[in-house]
């Protein structure tokens, strides 16, 4: 049985814990869940449901002796906890993985982690491959592009539109807004392509990785594409994901892959 604590009970934390609350991710228990004061009504909704304990201080998550921590917040709470979680002897799921897309933030992760004898669990979000480019990087990947595209509410409120003078709701037909690395383009849209960071990390880094975003009013779903080329061959992958019901920046997908994760971790079966 995987002991869990949650980080955010945001559109994406709240799906996670309606998942394992309808027995969505397996043999777990739900021993603890973490946000700001803000969200102090949700937190005693979500103990009163599954009797865990809440708290407002993030920091304190392993003190309820959790096997793993999922992080539903932001970047910011993966740079300032989850090295701590790891040092204290928790595995640790962040869903903010634009985060490790910074060298440092992924470095100071990795010690932390090999130091405790834990382990940094990535789920694949709302894209899948992830197992395939890691195939592919064995033998040797020569390139790797990520094409995203979405409505544009899905992307805004993206640092990137202030920092351009673009207003989101004047865009009336598919354009490219943005193409560089990822590492770049997580840090202009830190709650939108989470996916670039995550294709980058299984395939040939933040810096090789190619992004391409499309802002797209005629879209009703969010579309993911990767195409990679090495050694193995060619890959083209197409992802044609629903948003979710309760965000439109986030992909249905995106949150049903971390309830997936804790199932494998609980599971005698493990694929890709």
């Given at each position: 049985?995987?002991?869990?604590?949650?980080?955010?009970?945001?559109?994406?934390?709240?799906?996670?814990?309606?998942?394992?609350?309808?027995?969505?991710?397996?043999?777990?228990?739900?021993?603890?869940?973490?946000?700001?004061?803000?969200?102090?009504?949700?937190?005693?909704?979500?103990?009163?449901?599954?009797?865990?304990?809440?708290?407002?201080?993030?920091?304190?998550?392993?003190?309820?002796?959790?096997?793993?921590?999922?992080?539903?917040?932001?970047?910011?709470?993966?740079?300032?906890y989850a090295a701590g979680w790891l040092s204290r002897g928790v595995d640790v799921a962040p869903l903010s993985v634009g985060a490790l897309a910074d060298g440092d933030v992924l470095r100071e992760l990795d010690k932390a982690a090999r130091a405790a004898g834990r382990r940094i669990h990535i789920p694949s979000g709302a894209l899948g491959g992830c197992d395939a480019l890691r195939a592919a990087r064995v033998g040797g990947l020569d390139s790797v592009r990520l094409r995203t595209s979405k409505p544009p509410?899905?992307?805004?409120?993206?640092?990137?539109?202030?920092?351009?003078?673009?207003?989101?709701?004047?865009?009336?037909?598919?354009?490219?807004?943005?193409?560089?690395?990822?590492?770049?383009?997580?840090?202009?849209?830190?709650?939108?392509?989470?996916?670039?960071?995550?294709?980058?990390?299984?395939?040939?880094?933040?810096?090789?990785?190619?992004?391409?975003?499309?802002?797209?009013?005629?879209?009703?779903?969010?579309?993911?594409?990767?195409?990679?080329?090495?050694?193995?061959?060619?890959?083209?992958?197409?992802?044609?994901?629903?948003?979710?019901?309760?965000?439109?920046?986030?992909?249905?997908?995106?949150?049903?892959?971390?309830?997936?994760?804790?199932?494998?971790?609980?599971?005698?079966?493990?694929?890709?």
């Open positions: 049985m995987v002991r869990l604590a949650v980080l955010g009970v945001g559109a994406i934390g709240r799906a996670i814990l309606d998942g394992v609350a309808a027995g969505q991710a397996g043999n777990v228990t739900l021993v603890a869940v973490a946000d700001v004061a803000a969200k102090a009504a949700d937190l005693e909704r979500e103990a009163r449901r599954s009797g865990a304990a809440i708290t407002h201080e993030p920091a304190e998550l392993p003190a309820y002796a959790p096997d793993l921590i999922v992080e539903a917040a932001s970047q910011h709470a993966v740079r300032a509410a899905a992307l805004a409120g993206a640092p990137f539109f202030a920092e351009h003078g673009i207003d989101v709701a004047q865009i009336d037909r598919a354009i490219t807004i943005y193409e560089g690395c990822a590492a770049d383009a997580v840090q202009r849209f830190p709650a939108n392509v989470n996916v670039a960071a995550t294709v980058s990390l299984a395939g040939i880094g933040p810096d090789r990785t190619c992004v391409e975003i499309v802002a797209d009013p005629e879209l009703d779903h969010n579309l993911h594409e990767i195409i990679a080329e090495g050694a193995f061959g060619r890959m083209h992958l197409t992802f044609r994901n629903a948003p979710s019901p309760t965000n439109p920046r986030t992909s249905l997908l995106a949150c049903l892959s971390p309830l997936a994760l804790i199932e494998r971790l609980g599971s005698t079966l493990q694929i890709g």
